[in-house]
Nanobody
């Protein structure tokens, strides 16, 4: 079973940057990619970004496109989310998850295609 651990969250002022890391306890080759999701207080968890291993295709939620960048580290067990020009509305707990075989049916933006969720890392953006 793949265990995912997120880190890199913290408190930052609006306009600042953070880099989140998602490290897998073992190889991620059995998955189809990694997705980042976030959940703000009182709201449902929502898609942020995803990276598909095959072809390296990336996907972004419209509000973070051009501000966030998802990438895979040289160590293939690590995936990063570089977050620039942060806004107060980016405040949330951020989770990474490994895409399973259902992703072929659901697509990378649908969290039902993912399994093996991490514990999350808090990102707080102050005004």
């Amino acid at each position: 079973q793949v265990k995912l651990i997120e880190s890199g969250g913290g408190l930052v002022q609006a306009g600042g940057s953070l880099r989140l890391s998602c490290v897998a306890s073992e190889g991620t080759s059995s998955s189809y990619g990694i997705g980042w999701f976030r959940q703000a207080p009182g709201k449902d968890r929502e898609f942020v970004a995803a990276l598909r291993w095959s072809g390296g295709t990336t996907y972004y939620e419209d509000s973070v496109k051009d501000r966030f960048t998802i990438s895979r580290g040289n160590d293939e067990n690590a995936v990063y989310l570089q977050m620039d020009s942060l806004k107060v509305e980016d405040t949330a707990v951020y989770y990474c998850s490994a895409a399973g075989p259902n992703i072929k049916r659901t697509g990378f933006r649908d969290q039902s295609g993912y399994g093996y969720w991490g514990q999350g890392t808090q990102v707080t953006v102050s005004s």
